[in-house]
Structure formats: C-alpha cells, structure tokens
C-alpha cells in the first residue's frame, strides 16, 4: 500500500448535519456502559426516530476558498450538490456559465438532484460552534510546518528530492526556491508542478524517516500482545473510513472521504475553480450519479466482519465506539456508534471521564478529523492512543502504539481472544 499523499496546505472540508441530535447529554453511566442497542421499529422512541433521520440526511461542505463551496448532500437516500459562490466568484465565470446560477441570499447558487428545501446549516446558536474540539493531532503537518518555515532547510528538502528524482540539481533547487517562498495554500499546487506523484512520495518517505515519531509497533501475528493490553484496561473505540472501506467484498466497500473527493473530482490541494464545477457545469446530472451511487454503498452495503467482531467487544467491555463514519455499517449490528463532531463532543463527552479512559483504540483512522485525540491527549496525558492501521498514523506519537495488518482479521481475532479470555 502507498503512503497517502502529504498534506502541504490547510484547505479542509466541512461536514454539516442537517438533522440535529434532540436527545440529553451523555451521562458518565452511559459513556462508560457501552453502546446504546437499537430498537426493533414497533418499539422505536422518538430519540430513535431522529437518529435514524439523522442517517439519512446528511450533507457535507467543501470550502475551496476563493468565494467557493460545495455541498454535497443526502436527502432521505437520494442525492444532490449545491455550488454556492460569491459575486466575486461569478463575476469571473463566462456569460453562458453565470445563466446557470441564480442568486440567493446574497450568494449564486447552482444545485442538482434531490436537494432538500433546507440545505445549508441554519444560523443558530450553534453554528458558530467549532468543527474540531481542538486542533487535530497531526505530526505529519507539523513536521512539514518547521521543514518549510526555516531557510536551513532548503537544503534538506533538496537531498529529499534527489532521492526519489532524475531532475538535475539546477531544476530541484529553482523548485525548492519556489516551494519555499511561497504561502501555504500555494505550496502544495507548486510542488505538483514540479514532481510526480511518486517523487513526492519518495520526498515524503525520505523527510519522515527521522522526524516522525516512532510508536511501538505490534505486527498483526502477535495479536495476542493488543489482547493483554486492552484486556484490564478501560478503552474507548474510535472507527474512521478504514474499517468500512476494507470490507471482504470489494462492492460492499464504503467509499471514504478521499475516494469521494477523487471520484468527484474535488482538488482540496487546489484553491477555487477545480474539475468538479467544470463537470457539474457541463453535466450535473453525473455528479449527481457519483454521489448516489457513494450513498447507496453507504446504506445499503452489510456490516463486515470487523463491525460484527467489534459490536461484540464493546459489549463485552461496555465501550463506546465513536466514530466519524456516515455509513451505517454498524448500525446493521444492531448498536449505534456515537457520530461524532466538535460541538457534540462538548455537550456529551466531559474532559474529567477522559482521564479515566486508559485506552482510545483506533481502527481504519488515518487522521484526527474532529481532534478529539489531541483533547484526549489534553486531558489525559499519560493514556494511550492504538492504532489499528495498515499505515502508521499521523496523530501517533512515541509513547503511543501502531497495530500494523488487516484490520478485518486483527478485530476479528481480538474478539475471539478476548471472548475467550474473559469468559
């Protein structure tokens, strides 16, 4: 598998609910009782209702900066895509272009599909609340931040370089002069300009080797050393795209984010006008048709085996399992996942009960997305982050662990381990 493309810039996309959760705040009962089971339809209570509402309408926005967003949404498992831009914006667009938009609330706005008369989160006394619950845990970005900041290390990005390239030495340094003195939304756009894909990769492998942290690594055959470790201990469950995207059946796979975006052709790396408005310009209705076809595998495909193992775990354990996924994966095992988001963490989850957590297991995480590891962190220093994971994760720090495989074997053969351990 090859490592994920480096992040040099900090455009970053939005995730919105479009049904708000109406229920009480967590207690610590419920946080350290273990999922919430769901119930059988004739017995559904409001509280469920909702949440199975909440499933099923859900939007997420991509700030491309520049006066431009997208949102692209779910209404009651159909899709659509909104572009909403400022006068700015469409000034700049061609006259055939602008006949497309019609104006709204002092923003132009192009949309396709089934798109829901409440489509943009309304202002309320929420919605100045924070994505994240603190800045996300990110030693990849960190390491990139000193690297570019500093003129010593031109020098060090160069040998980086020539490594992985057949550039001539006058070419990577005019690059790296360029890389250097430029912004940082600019950066990552300019390094493409000059190097494929593989030589930044290669540039990537290089820089990291000895500037990223270096947690203990537990390979996938000694399984039983994560089961002596989560054994006695109190442990909470965080799942990302990972875990749904690995499922045995290549068609049951969830698409994550990053496939979404390369699907639709959204350039995050690349401020403003990219090939996602310049297709849904031409032909709407296809990325209308890429969109479904990403809610119908979120919806309609079963739970895998690491769901079902994992169910059965946080039961045994009487874990929660958070998650950032929008797939019902889980769901399907008949529990739910606590979805997670900066102001739902700040009213459910208080800082005191992380202290008490031992433990956050990861599983199919490749980022700290809310930043709830780093308020983990924060609050519980001394306790550990786990990482079941193919690649080393970015938010892993060297007194944290990384279990390296595949995680529909490891969870599953952690639950067995486990079963049998504390019968």
Same mark, same amino acid.
């Given at each position: 598998?090859?490592?994920?493309?480096?992040?040099?810039?900090?455009?970053?996309?939005?995730?919105?609910?479009?049904?708000?959760?109406?229920?009480?705040?967590?207690?610590?009962?419920?946080?350290?009782?273990?999922?919430?089971?769901?119930?059988?339809?004739?017995?559904?209570?409001?509280?469920?209702?909702?949440?199975?509402?909440?499933?099923?309408?859900?939007?997420?926005?991509?700030?491309?900066?520049?006066?431009?967003?997208?949102?692209?949404?779910?209404?009651?498992?159909?899709?659509?895509?909104?572009?909403?831009?400022?006068?700015?914006?469409?000034?700049?667009?061609?006259?055939?272009?602008?006949?497309?938009?019609?104006?709204?609330?002092?923003?132009?706005?192009?949309?396709?599909?089934?798109?829901?008369?409440?489509?943009?989160?309304?202002?309320?006394?929420?919605?100045?609340?924070?994505?994240?619950?603190?800045?996300?845990?990110?030693?990849?970005?960190?390491?990139?931040?000193?690297?570019?900041?500093?003129?010593?290390?031109?020098?060090?990005?160069?040998?980086?370089?020539?490594?992985?390239?057949?550039?001539?030495?006058?070419?990577?340094?005019?690059?790296?002069?360029?890389?250097?003195?430029?912004?940082?939304? *600019?950066?990552? =756009? !300019?390094?493409?300009?000059?190097? $494929?894909?593989?030589?930044? #990769?290669?540039? /990537?492998?290089?820089?990291? %080797?000895?500037?990223?942290?270096?947690?203990?690594?537990?390979?996938?055959?000694?399984?039983?050393?994560?089961?002596?470790?989560?054994?006695?201990?109190?442990?909470?469950?965080?799942?990302?795209?990972?875990?749904?995207?690995?499922?045995?059946?290549?068609?049951?796979?969830?698409?994550?984010?990053?496939?979404?975006?390369?699907?639709?052709?959204?350039?995050?790396?690349?401020?403003?006008?990219?090939?996602?408005?310049?297709?849904?310009?031409?032909?709407?209705?296809?990325?209308?048709?890429?969109?479904?076809?990403?809610?119908?595998?979120?919806?309609?495909?079963?739970?895998?085996?690491?769901?079902? *193992?994992?169910? =059965? !775990?946080?039961?045994?354990?009487? $874990?929660?399992?958070?998650? #950032?996924?929008? /797939?019902?994966?889980?769901? %399907?095992?008949?529990?739910?996942?606590?979805?997670?988001?900066?102001?739902?963490?700040?009213?459910?989850?208080?800082?005191?009960?992380?202290?008490?957590?031992?433990?956050?297991?990861?599983?199919?995480?490749?980022?700290?997305?809310?930043?709830?590891?780093?308020?983990?962190?924060?609050?519980?220093?001394?306790?550990?982050?786990?990482?079941?994971?193919?690649?080393?994760?970015?938010?892993?720090?060297?007194?944290?662990?990384?279990?390296?495989?595949?995680?529909?074997?490891?969870?599953?053969?952690?639950?067995?381990?486990?079963?049998?351990?504390?019968?």
């Amino acid at each position: 598998m090859t490592m994920e493309k480096p992040e040099f810039n900090n455009i970053e996309q939005n995730e919105e609910q479009s049904v708000e959760q109406e229920s009480k705040p967590m207690t610590k009962e419920q946080f350290f009782g273990g999922p919430e089971k769901i119930t059988k339809e004739d017995e559904e209570t409001k509280e469920d209702k909702k949440y199975k509402e909440k499933l099923n309408n859900h939007i997420s926005s991509f700030d491309k900066g520049g006066g431009l967003t997208y949102y692209l949404g779910n209404n009651n498992g159909r899709s659509f895509f909104v572009i909403e831009c400022t006068q700015e914006f469409y000034n700049s667009l061609s006259e055939d272009e602008q006949t497309k938009f019609k104006i709204e609330d002092d923003k132009y706005i192009f949309a396709d599909g089934q798109v829901p008369e409440v489509w943009r989160e309304e202002k309320s006394d929420n919605s100045e609340r924070k994505y994240h619950i603190r800045e996300p845990r990110d030693f990849k970005k960190k390491m990139y931040k000193e690297l570019f900041t500093d003129d010593s290390n031109k020098q060090v990005v160069a040998d980086a370089l020539r490594t992985g390239s057949d550039k001539n030495l006058q070419a990577i340094s005019q690059a790296v002069e360029e890389i250097f003195n430029s912004s940082e939304d *600019a950066r990552s =756009n !300019i390094i493409e300009k000059y190097f $494929s894909e593989q030589e930044i #990769e290669d540039m /990537d492998k290089e820089l990291s %080797k000895d500037r990223m942290p270096k947690p203990e690594k537990i390979e996938e055959e000694n399984i039983k050393n994560l089961v002596e470790l989560i054994k006695n201990k109190k442990v909470l469950f965080y799942t990302g795209a990972g875990m749904s995207a690995s499922a045995p059946n290549k068609r049951d796979r969830a698409w994550g984010m990053g496939q979404l975006l390369e699907k639709a052709k959204i350039d995050m790396n690349k401020k403003g006008r990219d090939a996602f408005f310049d297709e849904a310009i031409k032909d709407p209705s296809e990325m209308v048709n890429i969109q479904q076809e990403n809610i119908d595998t979120l919806h309609n495909s079963p739970a895998t085996p690491a769901h079902k *193992a994992l169910k =059965n !775990i946080a039961m045994l354990k009487k $874990s929660r399992i958070f998650t #950032e996924n929008h /797939d019902t994966f889980q769901e %399907k095992t008949e529990i739910k996942p606590d979805k997670i988001s900066g102001p739902w963490l700040e009213d459910n989850v208080k800082p005191e009960w992380l202290r008490d957590v031992d433990a956050v297991i990861t599983i199919g995480l490749s980022v700290d997305d809310r930043g709830f590891l780093a308020w983990y962190k924060e609050n519980n220093p001394n306790g550990q982050i786990v990482a079941i994971n193919q690649e080393q994760a970015k938010y892993l720090g060297d007194e944290d662990i990384w279990v390296s495989g595949d995680l529909q074997k490891i969870v599953t053969e952690l639950e067995k381990k486990l079963a049998k351990d504390l019968e």
